[in-house]
DNA sequence: AAGACGGGGTC
DNA sequence: GACCCAGTCTT
């Protein structure tokens, strides 16, 4: 039996079962691609659940706001699928009546669909013939067939497709393309692949030469840009009680578009917390000068540091002439209205923490 | 072609 | 705490 053949009897015994897989429609096929671009399947399922929930077809999608969709992908990352999204299902009601495509090359014009999205969604929704090729599709490919071409270069791509589209049985790429998917992340795993209960083992060249975990290829990694986010939770009592803050939306370029943040000062190099209280360019922070007077001790809390973005966090009970001068920049909220807005992870923790 | 974009996982 | 994961858009 050849490569295909394998796999097909292993993913009608093995397959996941999966709420979009049942349904078999567009809409929620699309909206699970887009969520699981680079997003594991435990942590996509629930966001899946409530988001079709939230907006069950794509009029409903259309017609809500951005706000509105963003709280729904609150946590998940990478925010701007939320608005390609957004965007597309708003295009696709206002140029084809809420019809939505029906090939693979009509939908990679939608904004957020790219190549595997378009190919995944077409042969899952109407079998056409085309290979779908994810990171689980790389490294399968890569192992079984040994293939030395990098998977972060055009030129591998093209192999890799290539490859795949010589594999694909025709008239069962919906099937494949999952199944392949299934197979990479439940078998032919990224670390600790289990091939010793591995059907494909005997045709796997990577495992022949023992050479499994070299596969796939890649070329260097380059090194991550730290950020150091400075944030300032101002904030009073009124009346006694309820906690009052000032909030921001990052409405600009860079990371969490349109999502709300606290006073926040950046730097790219790394600040002690009292040059951070000494030398740093308050005017950004207040719009204002004259308001040291105002400032109070610092409780400093805790640090918080992701791969790239560190960011510290800096309680400041304010009062009087300093309230009303960050009043002309940041926008007041409360405890409870802060629960409502969309807002990034980090954030949440930051404040879930101080507040708990 | 290279970099930006998040969050969670492992060891 | 360092490293891994890996679709699409932007530059």
């Not at 022949?208 to 300032?232: N, S, T």
């Not at 578009?257 to 790219?268: A, G, R, V």
């Amino acid at each position: 039996m050849d490569f295909a053949a394998v796999l097909l009897e292993w993913y009608e015994k093995n397959g996941r079962e999966l709420p979009w897989r049942k349904s078999g429609h567009p809409y929620e096929i699309w909206l699970s691609e887009v969520i699981l671009q680079q997003t594991r399947m435990e942590q996509g399922l629930d966001y899946f659940e409530r988001f079709l929930e939230a907006f069950p077809t794509v009029e409903a999608l259309a017609a809500a706001s951005q706000e509105q969709v963003l709280r729904q992908w609150q946590g998940l990352g990478y925010y701007s699928r939320a608005r390609n999204l957004h965007k597309s299902a708003q295009q696709v009601v206002s140029e084809r009546g809420g019809r939505l495509p029906g090939s693979s090359k009509e939908w990679l014009r939608l904004k957020g669909v790219g190549s595997y999205t378009a190919a995944a969604i077409a042969s899952m929704a109407f079998n056409e013939d085309l290979p779908a090729l994810d990171g689980n599709v790389y490294r399968v490919l890569a192992r079984v067939f040994a293939i030395e071409h990098s998977i972060d270069s055009a030129a591998g791509k093209r192999h890799f497709e290539e490859l795949a589209t010589n594999l694909l049985p025709r008239g069962r790429a919906g099937a494949f393309n999952q199944a392949m998917m299934d197979f990479g992340s439940l078998v032919c795993r990224p670390v600790h692949p289990l091939c010793v209960q591995c059907m494909i083992q005997p045709m796997c060249e990577a495992f022949a030469r023992d050479r499994v975990h070299d596969y796939p290829r890649r070329k260097g990694k380059k090194q991550p840009v730290d950020r150091y986010f400075y944030y300032f939770l101002f904030y009073w009592e009124e009346p006694p009680g309820a906690k009052q803050f000032f909030v921001q939306e990052r409405d600009k370029k860079g990371i969490w578009q349109h999502m709300f943040d606290l006073p926040l000062m950046e730097s790219s190099v790394k600040i002690s917390d009292e040059t951070v209280f000494t030398h740093a360019d308050w005017r950004f922070v207040f719009g204002l000068e004259g308001w040291r007077q105002e400032q109070q001790p610092v409780d400093l809390k805790h640090l918080l540091t992701h791969r790239r973005i560190h960011a510290r966090f800096y309680p400041v009970r304010v009062s009087g002439q300093a309230r009303r001068a960050l009043h002309q920049r940041y926008q007041q909220t409360s405890r409870e209205d802060f629960h409502e807005l969309p807002k990034s992870r980090l954030l949440e923790r930051f404040i879930s923490r101080l507040w708990s």
